[in-house]
């Protein structure tokens, strides 16, 4: 690959497809949405300044593209129609996703990104979740699960860190990747960091009736 460029959620996810990547090619940048209104990454709402922090311990550069709060799907298209021209601009010919096995999230994003002149790979395709899920631990990567979907997992489970414990207490019918969306984390260090971010947690806050979250900075 020429100038790959990964999709990045900072959770663990994103995290072991950076490692597996790191095995055999060369990662030239991160690629994350936020919202304007509040500096927070859509869907994860981890704080901008965060993943900054998290992009420089991994001595990576952030390519952050920003996002009105109430934007329709028109804009939406039109401003990451521009992020990813300034990607290709800036000699970007690869984008990386940290999908696991969810079809209809793969097509989506192949529909999304057939016209942006970039090659889509999807190192992690195909990989055993609970494998997986070892694998992190064993590499020595650390992790706080930053939200979590009510309807799939109990909220008690915010602000935990990702370790055998966790994997343990998981219903059964909670995949151990949180792959089907019912938790998200947030990686706060692992041997790809030359220091560990530190972070503050200060109480939790609910959105659009099923999904809690830490508020983390």
Request: with cysteine; proline share 4%.
């Amino acid at each position: 690959m020429d100038k790959l460029c990964l999709s990045w959620s900072g959770g663990r996810d994103s995290m072991m497809m950076l490692h597996e990547v790191m095995k055999n090619e060369r990662v030239h940048g991160l690629f994350t949405t936020f919202l304007k209104e509040t500096e927070r990454m859509m869907m994860h709402e981890v704080p901008f300044s965060l993943v900054q922090k998290q992009a420089h311990e991994l001595g990576l550069p952030l390519y952050p593209v920003w996002f009105e709060d109430t934007l329709d799907n028109k804009q939406y298209e039109q401003v990451m129609k521009g992020a990813l021209e300034k990607l290709q601009g800036d000699g970007f010919t690869h984008m990386g996703f940290g999908d696991l096995f969810l079809e209809d999230i793969r097509a989506y994003r192949e529909e999304q990104m057939k016209e942006s002149g970039l090659d889509l790979v999807f190192p992690l395709w195909g990989r055993d979740t609970q494998s997986l899920s070892q694998t992190f631990l064993k590499e020595g990567y650390r992790a706080v699960i930053v939200c979590v979907d009510e309807e799939q997992l109990d909220p008690r489970f915010l602000g935990r860190v990702y370790d055998e414990d966790f994997l343990r207490d998981l219903p059964d019918s909670v995949d151990p990747c949180g792959e089907n969306g019912e938790f998200h984390s947030f990686v706060f260090d692992g041997p790809a960091f030359r220091e560990p971010v530190a972070y503050t947690i200060d109480g939790t806050y609910r959105k659009w009736d099923r999904f809690s979250y830490v508020r983390i900075t």
